[in-house]
């Protein structure tokens, strides 16, 4: 029986117990980035928040299942690719392995799936195909097929727009709309000289999916048609989700996603986050400024998703020093050798544990969790202070910061004291022993000079090398 866990779901606007379809599964499609350039620490704060989302599913004992898409085709990527001359995939594949690198340094866990548009056309084209059968989507003038939103009554829902009263008044059509109706909406772009090679066949000619029939595809592809969870910024709520639900709904005929979930914006001076505006800083931007993956984690995770976040360099300070005062308490903890058999701790850790997992459990608060973090940081101190923090009290609380980490993804409770060597530079200087136990003096000497290069220096040892930086 797993936690009982409450979500916030946009399409009622409360708080509500979550029910998956398949006992102990989650099933959830978030948003993905579009590959055309580094991602901002804005899409990132909706990233974590996805992270925290699928950590605390699966901390709460449910396979979780996510699917993200990596939107490698539309306006901004062919536009981009071409300016720089590149082909469409090469250009774009630049910015996944980016974006999988950022990943890696925020200790964002990987989704099950990353399903690309441009690998699931075939699935796009079919799902347009149920769509005009149905009679909810038209080829129009222009040769786009667009989804008709008179069609599906129920459009808006998601959004609380009244569409009534536009869909009564008058058809729309001039220069820029060869469609019936304003928010009647592409599924299938047809091409033009500005897409240049970039195009696919379809029943309506040549061209190219629209954003939103892309998500729904993948998500039906891997999820099925009705899934547990689907998540992204606020910003993806409308038109993108509502058009999402309009176009999944009215060709199977079913609900689409149970829980809607949406993160508020990370704000720069009052302002959201955000290419267009230019106020944005790249996680590479941050990292370059010598802020560590950890600390901008710390950051993003600190405020509950539904709240905006205000993101200073002041903070990325303070999360820097608040880090090294639980590095601090777990090295203290290890070394502690006190006797007594750890009953001292049981009360706290206990506290500590369940106002933690009431917390999360009430729609990821993590304020509440990171109170109880605080609190037992707090008390733990004050035992080591007085002296009367036991050996077996001290590695309890180290398993609880462990079990806590499984959501924070950032404490280092086992790190070894010191500087952390570089696997690259590792990598050399195990390259130099291997030269020098066959006798190639002369490989041995040149992996030396790079690891100099690097700013590190080798010595041999009875049991291998020691590696040490440069003074
Ligand atoms: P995009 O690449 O613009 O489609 O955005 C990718 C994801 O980042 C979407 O889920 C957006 O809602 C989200 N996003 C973009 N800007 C921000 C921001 N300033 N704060 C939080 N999420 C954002
Ligand atoms: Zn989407």
């Not at 999402?244 to 949406?262: D, F, K, M, P, R």
Request: charged share 30%.
């Amino acid at each position: 029986m797993n936690t009982k866990i409450k979500f916030f779901n946009t399409m009622d606007r409360r708080l509500e117990e979550f029910r998956p379809i398949h006992p102990g599964e989650a099933r959830m499609y978030t948003c993905g980035p579009t590959v055309y350039n580094f991602a901002h620490i804005g899409n990132f704060r909706a990233y974590m928040f996805e992270d925290l989302l699928r950590r605390t599913l699966k901390y709460f004992g449910y396979k979780v299942t996510q699917v993200m898409n990596l939107t490698d085709v539309d306006d901004k990527t062919i536009r981009d690719s071409q300016a720089c001359g590149m082909k469409l995939d090469d250009f774009t594949a630049k910015y996944k392995k980016a974006f999988f690198e950022d990943l890696e340094t925020l200790n964002i866990e990987k989704a099950e799936v990353y399903p690309a548009a441009t690998e699931h056309i075939k699935e796009m084209i079919a799902l347009i195909k149920t769509l005009v059968e149905k009679g909810c989507a038209y080829q129009a003038e222009d040769n786009c097929v667009y989804f008709s939103i008179a069609k599906f009554p129920e459009y808006g829902r998601l959004a609380k727009i009244d569409f009534e009263n536009q869909r009564s008044g008058v058809r729309i059509k001039n220069d820029e709309y060869a469609k019936d109706a304003v928010a009647d909406f592409a599924l299938w772009k047809a091409w033009d000289e500005k897409d240049g090679d970039v195009y696919w066949e379809s029943p309506w000619g040549k061209g190219r999916p629209g954003w939103h029939i892309e998500c729904s595809a993948m998500a039906m592809r891997y999820l099925g048609k009705t899934f547990d969870i689907h998540t992204g910024g606020i910003d993806n709520m409308f038109p993108h989700h509502e058009d999402e639900i309009a176009q999944s709904e009215a060709a199977n005929g079913c609900t689409y996603v149970n829980y809607w979930l949406h993160c508020a914006h990370l704000m720069v001076d009052g302002d959201k986050m955000s290419k267009s505006a230019g106020n944005f800083y790249t996680l590479r931007e941050c990292v370059a400024k010598g802020y560590s993956g950890r600390e901008l984690r710390w950051v993003l995770l600190g405020a509950h998703y539904r709240k905006k976040l205000n993101f200073t360099f002041a903070a990325c300070d303070q999360a820097r020093a608040t880090l090294a005062k639980f590095d601090e308490l777990f090295s203290c903890l290890k070394e502690t050798a006190a006797t007594g058999n750890g009953s001292e701790v049981e009360e706290i850790v206990s506290r500590a544990k369940n106002a933690f997992d009431t917390g999360l459990a009430d729609d990821l608060n993590i304020s509440e969790a990171l109170a109880a973090v605080f609190g037992l940081q707090h008390d733990v101190t004050k035992l080591l202070n007085t002296g009367s923090l036991s050996k077996p009290g001290a590695e309890t609380v180290l398993a609880q910061f462990r079990k806590f980490d499984e959501i924070f993804g950032l404490f280092e409770v086992d790190a070894e004291k010191g500087e952390k060597i570089p696997p690259e530079v590792l990598e050399m200087a195990e390259k130099r022993r291997a030269a020098r136990a066959a006798k190639d003096w002369a490989a041995a000497d040149a992996m030396r000079d790079r690891l100099k290069e690097s700013g590190w220096t080798v010595e041999d040892a009875a049991d291998g090398f020691r590696v040490k930086r440069l003074d």
